[in-house]
């Protein structure tokens, strides 16, 4: 199986900055996507808002909330996904998710999601 770990949030001020890590570990094949989700206070799994998007080609795709503000990126060699994101707001509070779309080993797919990690926005 795949699995991912999460890395790097925490608590910041308004304006700030914060960069996670999601690493993955397994008999992975190739990975297509990797995205980061976001799951606001008191909403539920069903409600998680997909904040960007970068697929094997390089191509990157935002939610129009964090476009600009956020920058995801990708290490193939690696198979880590980060998202860069700077001019926190305190509405970008959440516990982001990260998750991966590709075949493993043995030439089935996948769809992993890591543990999570709080991202606290507050003065």
């Known amino acids: 199986q795949v699995q991912l770990v999460e890395s790097g949030g925490g608590l910041v001020q308004p304006g700030g900055s914060l960069r996670l890590s999601c690493a993955a570990a397994?008999?992975?094949?190739?990975?297509?996507?990797m995205a980061w989700y976001r799951q606001a206070p008191g909403k539920e799994r069903e409600e998680r808002e997909l904040?960007?998007?970068?697929?094997?080609?390089?191509?990157?795709k935002y939610s129009g909330s964090v476009k600009g503000r956020f920058t995801i990126s990708r290490d193939n060699a690696l198979s880590t996904v980060f998202l860069q994101m700077n001019s926190l707001k305190p509405e970008d509070t959440a516990v982001y998710y990260c998750?991966?779309?590709?075949?493993?080993?043995?030439?089935?797919?996948?769809?992993?999601w890591g543990q999570g990690t709080q991202v606290t926005v507050s003065s």
């Open positions: 998750n991966f779309r590709g075949t493993v080993a043995a030439g089935k797919d996948f769809s992993s």
């Open positions: 397994g008999s992975i094949f190739s990975i297509n996507d």
């Open positions: 904040v960007a998007v970068i697929s094997s080609d390089g191509s990157t």
